[in-house]
């Protein structure tokens, strides 16, 4: 099925260390979320971005809708080991099909 | 927000038989999805799950294999039928809260040997 194109595959950083990622398309999206998951559990929702430009902010999180609107960056400031994880965009391309596309995905390991 | 509580949350299974997942959510929404997540990877889009509607399937996937039930608005089940070892997934659920609000179950660990 369709995904989005998303990298880096995976990232080891240093406590205390910032993290970009980004998720790109050759498809305009009208919503771009993004989502961690946990072993054993279902992805959280992290950030919702509803429109081209949009800049928004959840705590140490920070994520963008590309002005293109085919693409999308997560970035993470002063990483700390609870950060370990997966880390997923998803998109909606259509407000008609309502149907939640997801990335290839980054998987975070924290070093203390 | 909408919690799911999605079970069983793991089991192991013979070839040749069907398993039967079942979501519940706490408040009546309109839309359910059911996704595939394989060892490793993204999650996949199997169905559109709506009430009072058959199911839509993404392609690649079949009714026959993955039959969907949908009664009411706040509950789900997607069997998985004729099990193989590829079969060997998580499946998760997942429902549409909000304009753009979507949560998810905590997943369906299958082993199939």
């Known amino acids: 099925g369709q995904q989005l194109n998303q990298s880096p595959q995976s990232m080891f950083i240093q406590e205390g260390e910032d993290v970009s990622m980004n998720c790109t398309s050759s498809?305009?999206?009208?919503?771009w979320l993004w989502y961690k998951q946990d072993p054993g559990e279902g992805p959280v929702l992290l950030i919702a971005?509803?429109?081209?430009?949009e800049l928004t902010s959840n705590g140490r999180l920070t994520a963008q809708f590309g002005i293109t609107r085919k693409d999308s960056f997560l970035n993470i400031s002063a990483s700390i080991p609870s950060d370990v994880g997966i880390y997923f965009c998803?998109?909606?391309?259509?407000?008609?099909?309502?149907?939640?596309?997801f990335g290839t995905g980054t998987r975070l390991q924290v070093f203390p | 927000s909408a919690v799911i509580s999605q079970k069983p949350s793991r089991d192991i299974c013979q070839r040749g038989t069907s398993l039967t997942i079942q979501c519940q959510v706490d408040?009546?929404?309109?839309?359910m999805f059911w996704y595939r997540q394989q060892p490793g990877q993204s999650l996949t889009l199997i169905a559109t799950?709506?009430?009072?509607?058959?199911?839509?399937?993404e392609s690649g996937f079949v009714i026959d294999k993955f039959p969907i039930s949908r009664p009411n608005l706040t509950f789900s089940t997607l069997t998985v039928s004729n099990m193989s070892p590829e079969d060997s997934s998580i499946y998760l659920c997942?429902?549409?809260?909000?304009?753009?609000?979507?949560?998810f179950g905590s997943g369906t660990r299958l082993t199939v040997v």
């Open positions: 971005l509803y429109k081209a430009g």
């Open positions: 408040s009546q929404v309109t839309m």
């Open positions: 998803a998109g909606v391309r259509s407000y008609n099909t309502d149907k939640l596309i």
């Open positions: 799950a709506n009430q009072g509607s058959e199911a839509t399937y």
């Open positions: 498809s305009i999206f009208n919503t």
């Open positions: 997942s429902a549409r809260v909000s304009q753009y609000g979507y949560t």
